[in-house]
């Protein structure tokens, strides 16, 4: 089976950092999506996770460690934009998806 | 097209009635899925489309729910003798890569 934990709720204040952790055991593993979703919208792309390590993308980063089952988004410099559902998704071709992190960004 | 298109954005029937849901992949993706989100859940997975054929159908949870998708390209998913747990919204995405899927807009499904 899949199972894909992630905190259910995170607040921070604009222009802080936040750092969104996601576990995982699944049968398959291809990779790690992040997605951000906001409220009544559709999930976009965030990043994509392969390979243990970090990659940086902007304000945004995403950390892989495959031997641990773990991964974590970071939000840099947080706007209030940046206030939405972030979801961490497993790909084995098809995507298992956790409950996501709903983000509240503070002024 | 440019992105994932689904049509109806909203759709409220009444409980039995039959619904067709449709999505409209972005051109040249061969891989199409189709995800539901209840309300306060994480995305469910439904059916996976290779081309034409489904691969894997086992996230449909019922004999009510079928998919198609003709041409390589748009995919109709119909729930039969709707019930008021078939309420959710249902999200297609496609892909190139069998990697990273694009998501579309949705369709909220609201069964009274």
């Known amino acids: 089976g899949q199972n894909i934990d992630q905190p259910t709720e995170m607040t921070a204040t604009e222009g802080a950092i936040v750092q969104i952790n996601c576990t995982y055991q699944?049968?398959?593993?291809?990779?790690l999506f992040w997605y951000q979703q906001h409220a009544g919208e559709a999930p976009t792309f965030l990043s994509y996770?392969?390979?243990?390590g970090l990659e940086e993308k902007g304000r945004f980063s995403s950390f892989l460690s495959r031997s641990k089952g773990y991964s974590y988004l970071l939000l840099k410099e947080l706007q209030m934009k940046d206030s939405a559902s972030y979801l961490c998704?497993?790909?084995?071709?098809?995507?298992?998806f956790g409950a996501g992190t709903t983000v509240t960004v503070r002024a | 097209g440019a992105g994932v298109s689904q049509s109806p954005s909203n759709k409220v029937t009444e409980k039995g009635k039959d619904v067709e849901l449709r999505c409209d992949p972005i051109?040249?993706?061969?891989?199409l899925y189709w995800y539901r989100q209840s309300l306060g859940q994480g995305l469910e997975f439904l059916i996976y489309?290779?081309?034409?054929?489904?691969?894997?159908k086992s996230g449909l949870p019922s004999d009510r729910f079928s998919a198609e998708r003709t041409g390589g390209s748009v995919s109709t998913l119909t729930i039969q003798r709707t019930q008021q747990e078939d309420s959710a919204v249902y999200l297609c995405?496609?892909?190139?890569?069998?990697?990273?899927?694009?998501f579309g807009p949705g369709t909220r499904l609201l069964v009274l």
């Open positions: 489309f290779q081309g034409n054929s489904a691969p894997d």
């Open positions: 699944t049968s398959g593993f291809n990779g």
């Open positions: 051109s040249g993706h061969t891989a």
């Open positions: 996770n392969v390979l243990d």
């Open positions: 995405a496609s892909s190139a890569d069998q990697e990273t899927q694009y």
């Open positions: 998704a497993v790909n084995d071709y098809k995507l298992s």
